[in-house]
């Protein structure tokens, strides 16, 4: 069983910064990808980021390129979303998914295996 714990999140000013973490106790951590969704209040969950396991691939929604970006520390069992330039429409419940697949054209398929999120709020 997978467990994610994601921290970080919290209020911002629109323009503002935050890094989020998601920390994995998998033991094969390193060998698989991870993602990022979020889910705004009335909204469906949407896919924000998703990296491969050795952090050389990387895919970004359209709305976030360019002010987020993610990484990992595999030593640490840890994935980042290090997020700038903060819009009041990025304020969600973010979420970490554990060892999804990325088809090699920028979409990444998600499991079952999810955090509880990090709430990140956004204010104008």
């Known amino acids: 069983q997978v467990q994610l714990v994601e921290s970080g999140g919290g209020l911002v000013q629109a323009g503002g910064s935050l890094r989020l973490s998601c920390v994995a106790s998998a033991r094969t951590f390193s060998t698989y990808a991870m993602g990022w969704f979020r889910q705004a209040p009335g909204k469906e969950r949407e896919f924000v980021a998703a990296?491969?396991?050795?952090?050389?691939?990387?895919y970004y929604v359209d709305s976030v390129k360019g002010r987020f970006s993610i990484s990992r520390d595999n030593a640490k069992n840890t994935v980042y979303l290090q997020m700038n330039s903060l819009k009041p429409e990025d304020t969600a419940l973010y979420y970490c998914?554990?060892?999804?697949?990325?088809?090699?054209?920028?979409?990444?398929?998600?499991?079952?295996?999810w955090g509880k999120g990090t709430l990140v709020t956004v204010s104008s």
């Open positions: 990296i491969n396991w050795s952090g050389g691939t990387t």
């Open positions: 998914n554990f060892g999804g697949r990325l088809d090699g054209s920028s979409r990444y398929y998600g499991t079952d295996y």
